[in-house]
């Protein structure tokens, strides 16, 4: 049966929605203090019956498709012995998930059972699994996000396989619990960067990035690696002079390591508001590396400036050779544009190096984590 505009549809609403399982009591959840999720936001709980009802009819729309491929999961018990999961699917569904379902489709052709259906085993733990195919499949939450600090079993296992919706809602759940505050951001901006989650690098980067200039909270003030690449990825760094920037990044990374450290709120200030397009910002991280240095690994002394514009052209032109543009459509998520999207994968990328390049020779008080 061939995909029709209705079941498009339907299968994009699912990716839009969030259910608490009907199984659920509140009160048993707080007496036993796990983590209690409610929708994403109270303003869309009075469309929660509407979502309810959507996703009943998508099961309706599974059952109509029928079944021809299994996805399974399996894990071993202490004993040697092993747990299995299986969930029915019908390929056309799980086609539209992502491209690392779509190859496992492709690379599963010949492997059917006696009924025609394919059987592709998937790696996890078997409740992550269970919780990833019931949100993609059924449009139904029935997992509780984690503390910031924490390992996150569902991010990786949705990176795994490139469960973009999956990460974003999740992503929407962790921010409604713990709102994203100036205490929080670079731990938030750290974990979205991690696991390519755009809506958590957005919010975090555009909180840091408002407040440089500003009196900031001691643990912002430490400009960690991820506070650095928030200034550098915000949307506020749009101007056009690229010499400005190349002369305002040049001098400070010139002062000594005293005169950096009392003129580094300044410094990003400036940078804020005299950055140019992100092609300037390729150019300059990618010469901040070891071989922009001279014999006493100082940035920038003997480097031509012509070499360097050269430089960032063929960088650019790798990069944006190399990028991939995400097809996701969300509607209750601060999702960018195509072309604005590639711009802030790319900038998140680059500035990273520009920071590694400063730690590396004491220029921030903080050690670089990666």
Same mark, same amino acid.
């Given at each position: ?282 150019? =300059? ?5 070891? &071989?922009?240095?001279?014999? !006493?690994?100082? *940035?920038?002394? @003997?480097? %031509? #400036? $012509? ?12 990069? =944006? ?5 995400? &097809?996701?459509?969300?509607? !209750?998520?601060? *999702?960018?544009? @195509?072309? %604005? #999207? $590639? ?24 050690? !670089?984590?990666?």
């Amino acid at each position: 049966m061939g995909d029709t505009a209705e079941e498009h549809a339907a299968l994009q609403l699912s990716h839009d929605s969030v259910e608490v399982s009907d199984a659920e009591d509140p009160q048993e959840n707080r007496e036993s203090g796990q983590s209690l999720v409610t929708p994403l936001d109270s303003k869309f709980a009075v469309g929660d019956s509407t979502i309810r009802s959507l996703a009943r009819q998508l099961k309706e729309l599974h059952h109509s498709l029928g079944c021809d491929v299994i996805l399974k999961a399996r894990q071993l018990r202490p004993d040697g012995a092993s747990d299995e999961t299986t969930f029915p699917c019908s390929s056309l569904v799980v086609a539209t998930w992502s491209p690392s379902f779509r190859s496992l489709l492709k690379e599963n052709t010949n492997d059917k059972d006696a009924k025609g259906c394919r059987t592709i085993e998937l790696k996890g733990n078997l409740k992550v699994v269970e919780d990833a195919i019931a949100f993609m499949k059924e449009g139904r939450r029935s997992f509780s996000v984690v503390d910031l600090k924490e390992q996150h079993p569902l991010l990786e296992f949705a990176s795994e396989y490139g469960l973009d919706d999956l990460k974003v809602t999740y992503g929407e759940a962790m921010m409604c619990q713990n709102p994203v505050t100036l205490q929080n951001a670079s731990l938030y901006l750290e974990l979205g960067l991690r696991f390519s989650i755009v809506n958590l690098s957005l919010v975090a980067a555009d909180l840091l990035a408002a407040n440089v200039g500003r009196p900031l909270s001691e643990a912002v003030l430490a400009l960690d690696g991820c506070c650095f690449k928030a200034v550098l990825a915000s949307d506020a760094l749009n101007v056009e002079d690229e010499q400005d920037v190349l002369s305002i990044i040049k001098s400070w990374v010139e002062k000594d390591t005293g005169e950096r450290s009392s003129e580094l709120d300044s410094f990003l200030s400036q940078v804020r508001l005299s950055l140019c397009s992100y092609q300037t910002l390729i150019d =300059l991280m990618s010469n901040l590396g070891a &071989d922009s240095r001279d014999d !006493h690994g100082v *940035l920038w002394k @003997g480097v %031509d #400036e $012509e070499h360097l514009r050269l430089r960032v052209r063929r960088v650019i032109d790798e990069k =944006l050779q190399g990028g991939r543009l995400s &097809d996701r459509q969300r509607h !209750h998520t601060k *999702l960018p544009r @195509g072309e %604005d #999207e $590639e711009r802030l994968a790319t900038t998140l990328k680059v500035s990273k190096d520009l920071f590694a390049a400063c730690a590396s020779t004491t220029v921030l008080g903080s050690p !670089h984590r990666s």
